[in-house]
T-cell receptor
Framework: NAGVMQNPRHLVRRRGQEARLRCSPM?????VYWYRQLPEEGLKFMVY????????ESGMPKERFSAEFPKEGPSILRIQQVVRGDSAAYFC???????????FGPGTRLLVL | QKEVEQNSGPLSVPEGAIASLNCTYS??????FFWYRQYSGKSPELIMS????GDKEDGRFTAQLNKASQYVSLLIRDSQPSDSATYLC?????????????FGQGTRLTINP
């Protein structure tokens, strides 16, 4: 049973470019969460999605960031016009239901030059 | 007051001893509590989940929950050098109405051979 998959594992972008991060949840899991870990800081919640629905985006920056979890395919976290402060590790987690254990993917490490 | 607080450490424990990690949380209505382990440069890995007051044991690990004191701890018996990592306490706060994990800053644990 494959775990949570994320790609790419490392992503380098120049300021002003777009970054697209992908997450495929564990088989049987319909709840997806995105977290960000800035250098030397803790993990911070960004967004919680179920298929075709954003349930909670209270942790998302108001501008440049968006997320989706379409009916078919992986969840996508999109960052437009990246800035150096976006450099961080972005982790996706999935769970089979509400208040159940969340399992983390390997993360995407974004570096903005 | 932070929602989830941990002593950032570093906590240094001799090999074979018991390591004790502590965490307090502010949302009295929280029902779900988790301990994750994170090695440097890696993603969080679930160690234990606990939902009821008391102790929960799994191998060398014991999680303890005291909802009246809003306190959760993790004990690691017979500590091994491979236990050296950052340990993250996470809570799902009921008051927020969503399923996001709120993490503490993490406690860096070093097991000395």
């Amino acid at each position: 049973n494959a775990g949570v998959m994320q790609n790419p594992r490392h992503l380098v972008r120049r300021r002003g470019q777009e970054a697209r991060l992908r997450c495929s949840p564990m088989k049987g899991h319909s709840h997806v969460y995105w977290y960000r870990q800035l250098p030397e800081e803790g993990l911070k919640f960004m967004v919680y999605l179920q298929k075709e629905n954003i349930i909670d985006e209270s942790g998302m920056p108001k501008e440049r960031f968006s997320a989706e979890f379409p009916k078919e395919g992986p969840s996508i976290l999109r960052i437009q016009q990246v800035v150096r402060g976006d450099s961080a590790a972005y982790f996706c987690a999935s769970s089979p239901g509400v208040e159940e254990t969340q399992y983390f993917g390997p993360g995407t490490r974004l570096l903005v030059l | 007051q932070k929602e989830v607080e941990q002593n950032s450490g570093p906590l240094s424990v001799p090999e074979g001893a018991i390591a004790s990690l502590n965490c307090t949380y502010s949302d009295r209505g929280s029902q779900s509590f988790f301990w994750y382990r994170q090695y440097s440069g890696k993603s969080p890995e679930l160690i234990m989940s606990i939902y009821s007051n008391g102790d929960k044991e799994d191998g060398r690990f014991t999680a303890q929950l005291n909802k009246a004191s809003q306190y959760v701890s993790l004990l690691i018996r017979d500590s091994q050098p491979s236990d050296s990592a950052t340990y993250l306490c996470a809570v799902i706060p009921i008051i927020q109405g969503a399923q996001k994990l709120v993490f503490g800053q993490g406690t860096r644990l070093t097991i000395n051979p």
